[in-house]
């Protein structure tokens, strides 16, 4: 296994494991698929902002991770949202775990203070993979999702990476 930065060359591939979980999970509360477009410019967008998206790849890409702003405006500089998924039927091998260690890597080295994930109420196993990580449970926001016809709960975990101040 490999973990590398993503390049617009793996964007069908990430486009195909994103849209996996549009299609067919509450993972993900947007049904907005994804094309090679989109990925190309979440990439770039991730980039000027200092952070790259990056990819596990074995004989092809089996799932990527990602970090951007937890929310605008200056106050929020220093904290980080991450998304990792992996190709159905990845888990359980590390690729989650590597794909996130490089992700926490260039946000200690870009001096961010903390990563946020926002989890599906749903996703039992991304809440128990984040807590293995350090994550910690900070919240439940009862029914602000929607999909498929059902009010769902975002969870969420946070990770302290440096002392505030």
């Not at 477009?37 to 790259?52: E, L, N, P, T, V």
């Not at 769902?152 to 975990?157: E, N, Q």
């Given at each position: 296994m490999i973990i590398r930065a993503a390049t617009h060359g793996d964007a069908r591939a990430i486009a195909e494991i994103w849209n996996h979980y549009i299609r067919d999970t509450t993972v993900t509360f947007t049904t907005d698929e994804k094309t090679p477009?989109?990925?190309?410019?979440?990439?770039?967008?991730?980039?000027?902002?200092?952070?790259?998206v990056w990819v596990a790849e074995e004989d092809d890409i089996a799932g990527f991770?990602?970090?951007?702003?937890?929310?605008?405006?200056?106050?929020?500089?220093?904290t980080l949202e991450t998304s990792v998924m992996l190709r159905?039927?990845?888990?359980?091998?590390?690729?989650?775990?590597?794909?996130?260690?490089?992700?926490e890597r260039v946000a200690r080295e870009s001096q961010a203070s903390a990563l946020v994930a926002g989890i599906?109420?749903?996703?039992?196993?991304?809440?128990?993979?984040?807590?293995?990580?350090?994550?910690?449970?900070?919240?439940?926001?009862?029914?602000?999702?929607?999909?498929f016809g059902r009010r769902?709960?975002?969870?969420?975990?946070q990770k302290t990476l440096r002392a505030a101040g």
């Open positions: 477009g989109h990925i190309a410019a979440y990439m770039d967008a991730r980039q000027a902002g200092g952070m790259s991770a990602a970090a951007s702003s937890f929310r605008s405006g200056p106050g929020y500089a220093r159905d039927g990845a888990s359980g091998a590390g690729l989650g775990r590597a794909l996130m260690q490089a992700v599906s109420g749903e996703n039992e196993g991304a809440i128990a993979f984040h807590a293995r990580l350090g994550f910690d449970h900070v919240g439940r926001m009862p029914g602000v999702g929607q999909k769902l709960d975002l969870v969420l975990m």
